[in-house]
């Protein structure tokens, strides 16, 4: 029984349990099985980096309070964040990594950064 390269096709010689002819088909096949799985994970973190520059330039520019309608022009998408923070009063802060916003009323929110977003437990009301 004549064995044959799992990505090109190609004659295997060698050991009977070889499955690629080279180092780049064994690449090859590889990225093509994971291809789906890793655009997925390629465009959700594309889009939270996204999320996170919209924010991170906003505070730069000194904005502390925006409304959300202007998030949203700006291409921030509100499907997309890292994690949630409830603080002790019930604020709830939803963040892109370590910035940050909540509900200010009237379709406004308040943002912030904060330096200590992996304390998630420890997160102080700033």
């Given at each position: ?43 959700v973190h594309a889009q939270l980096r996204r999320n996170r520059k919209i924010i991170s330039d906003l505070l730069d520019s000194g904005h502390h309070r ?61």
């Amino acid at each position: 029984m004549e064995r044959v390269c799992l990505d090109c096709g190609a004659k295997l010689l060698g050991r009977s349990d070889k499955k690629f002819c080279s180092d780049q088909c064994r690449n090859n096949y590889n990225n093509r099985l994971n291809r789906d799985q890793n655009n997925y994970v390629r465009n959700v973190h594309a889009q939270l980096r996204r999320n996170r520059k919209i924010i991170s330039d906003l505070l730069d520019s000194g904005h502390h309070r925006i409304h959300r309608d202007a998030l949203i022009a700006q291409g921030y998408n509100f499907t997309f964040f890292t994690h949630l923070v409830e603080t002790p009063d019930g604020s709830r802060w939803s963040y892109c990594f370590e910035y940050g916003f909540r509900e200010a009323g009237k379709g406004y929110l308040e943002m912030k950064m904060s330096s200590s977003y992996l304390d998630i437990g420890t997160e102080e009301e700033g």
